[in-house]
């Protein structure tokens, strides 16, 4: 036996008893004749104590030897502390040592295994399994299983059976580079791991499973924008004869579960906007609404003067920043600069203070009078004490702009409380999007997506236009699901593809399958997934994801812990029938 408890549970009611222990040396305090240790494990830390003239010398030289982090088992008796600690759970008693084993030694670890380590973030990556051992980040997997065993309960309640897809499937379009898996029985083809079990799920529903889950890594080949990890996790799900509203109460349902069993946070109905509400209202189709500062259009009152720059603009749009009429030039100096940068990208900003006496003074004062400035405050709403701030130009560039700066602005202000949640569904999305670049459209969420009824015909004439029977929960800022109502029938299927640019071939080679079954008695159909790692992030009051995964990916992809990706040998190779053509 290795252990007749735990290290985190023995109180003094266990005083005079003979117990086992095992665990990491945490620390050790040598005073000569007394030595004291600290043993850890998951579960909490026993304070050990060696006594020369209770145990005996040769047990007090063994301790003597115990480095940081060696694994021991000791035998011994729990005893009362002469100076208690309440600070944690067992500081009232201690383990008076009578035989102590070295499990196994370990070499000095490269940083301490402390709340506050002094490894940095690449040290603690390359030896993650012994950062797991720090408290942060083994009490955020805690909290992980814990999430996702409240949605397994919940999910399961509701009727909701959890099925496992496969991950070596043909390309799902989710708007990503797929990974790609050679075959070696199939020479020269592909497997593709899935960016999510989409088509999976919906066959399912065709099958007649009525109510999907999965709890479900996937895989999306990106550039790894901050915070994103090329596997993630998915609460994936989906329903057969359903409507929007059907599925958006299921899951503010499963959203309130959530914050009020791992939060203790209770809130009523969740607010609904519309995709084009909330880039009017915040720049931004994810919108943090746990502080105002919303967009205040400035057109009509501040174009059609002498300032050129505003008139030549297609938006011209404020926020109101609450107290920060006092900042000085500065601090004002620093903002502009702040919103010049090339990951914001605005031309400049132009501000008016609202002061507390009641007058404006603006940057702009040689156009714009205290009556015209006046009107900025009404339209963003500003009150005496406020700053406004003012961006203008293109109109989408420009409210991602100001999106960018409302979003700084905020965490500056700490308006951001991570204990505070305010959840929305946006909804009405559109169908599809430009892309800038090659000038087509494409799935704004994914091929898969209904249009809503009645819009099909302006898929011809305004393609922009039609909106979609989709909808994201986005919680203080972060979208942390999405879905859709689904084609279910397979000529809508087919001019959906149409228009998203395949040829009917192409449509056939890559989704036959899907519109196949649609053709043996596909149900009304759709769900949505929830990102899980950012969904535990932002319920444990952070919103880097990667200290919610035991094993995450850095910025280029890698682990660099096991040194992946690697080469493989040319044996392997071979097999694959896979040449490699490198250009070092
Ligand atoms: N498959 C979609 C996604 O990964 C979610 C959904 O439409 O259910 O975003």
Redesign the pocket.
């Known amino acids: 036996m290795y252990r007749s408890h735990s290290c985190g549970e023995l109180r003094a009611s266990n005083n005079n008893q003979e117990v086992v222990l095992s665990g990491w040396v945490q620390k050790v305090r040598d005073k000569g004749f007394v030595i004291w240790a600290d043993l850890r494990d998951r579960y909490g830390i026993t304070q050990l104590i060696f006594d020369e003239e209770r145990t005996s010398k040769e047990l007090l030289e063994q301790a003597r030897s115990l480095g940081r982090e060696f694994v021991i088992q000791i035998k011994g008796t729990v005893i009362e502390r002469s100076s208690k600690n309440p600070n944690i759970a067992t500081g009232d008693i201690e383990v008076l040592v009578k035989e102590l084993k070295v499990l196994n030694k370990a070499l000095v670890p490269p940083f301490t295994i402390e709340d506050k380590t002094d490894g940095g973030e690449d040290l603690r990556m390359k030896y993650r399994y012994l950062d797991i051992r720090r408290n942060p980040v083994k009490n955020n997997l805690i909290f992980r299983h814990k999430v996702a065993m409240e949605v397994r309960k919940f999910l399961s309640d509701e009727g909701f059976i959890e099925v496992e897809t496969p991950y070596l499937i043909k390309s799902t379009p989710?708007g990503a580079r797929d990974f790609v898996v050679p075959s070696r029985m199939n020479e020269g083809q592909f497997y593709a791991l899935p960016?999510?079990p989409?088509t999976f799920k919906q066959l399912l529903m065709v099958g007649g499973m009525d109510k999907y889950f999965q709890i479900v890594k996937?895989f999306r080949d990106e550039d790894l924008r901050a915070d994103r990890q090329p596997e993630f996790t998915?609460i994936?799900c989906?329903m057969a004869f359903v409507e929007q509203e059907d599925i958006l109460n299921v899951f503010e349902k499963l959203t309130k579960y959530l914050l009020k069993e791992v939060k203790g946070f209770e809130i009523e109905r969740f607010p609904r906007m519309t995709y084009d509400e909330a880039m009017r209202t915040y720049g931004n189709d994810k919108p943090d609404i746990r502080f105002g500062m919303e967009f205040g259009e400035l057109n009509e009152v501040a174009q059609h003067k002498e300032f050129g720059v505003f008139n030549d603009a297609e938006l011209v749009v404020g926020i109101a920043v609450p107290g920060a009429a006092t900042y000085t030039r500065k601090e004002i100096d620093a903002l502009i600069d702040w919103v010049r940068r090339p990951q914001v990208g605005a031309k400049g900003m132009v501000y008016a203070k609202y002061n507390e006496d009641g007058s404006f003074k603006s940057s702009v004062d040689k156009f714009y009078d205290q009556e015209d400035l006046a009107k900025w405050a009404a339209a963003t709403g500003a009150k005496p004490g406020d700053l406004i701030c003012v961006l203008s130009g293109d109109a989408n560039k420009t409210r991602s702009q100001l999106s960018a700066l409302r979003m700084e602005l905020a965490e500056r202000l700490g308006l951001r409380n991570p204990e505070e949640f305010a959840p929305l569904w946006v909804i009405d999305f559109p169908l599809l999007e430009l892309d800038e670049e090659t000038g087509h459209y494409h799935a704004m969420?994914?091929p898969f997506t209904s249009p809503k009824p009645g819009q099909l015909e302006l898929l011809d004439s305004d393609p922009g236009a039609v909106k979609a029977n989709a909808y994201d929960l986005v919680l203080n800022g972060n979208e942390i699901g999405?879905?859709?109502i689904r084609i279910h029938d397979k000529d809508m299927q087919a001019t959906m593809f149409k228009h998203l640019g395949f040829t009917p071939e192409e449509a056939k080679a890559q989704f036959g399958f899907l519109m196949d079954a649609f053709q043996y008695g596909a149900p009304p159909h759709g769900?949505?997934?929830f990102g899980l790692d950012r969904l535990v992030a932002i319920l444990g009051g952070q919103e880097t994801i990667r200290d919610f995964i035991a094993f995450p990916k850095n910025n280029s992809g890698r682990d660099v812990m096991i040194d992946a990706p690697a080469k493989i040998d040319n044996e392997q190779l071979k097999e694959l029938h896979l040449k490699l053509d490198l250009k070092a």
Request: net charge negative; charged share 20%; with cysteine.
């Open positions: 989710e960016q999510s989409q996937c998915q994936d989906e969420h994914h999405g879905g859709s769900g949505l997934a």
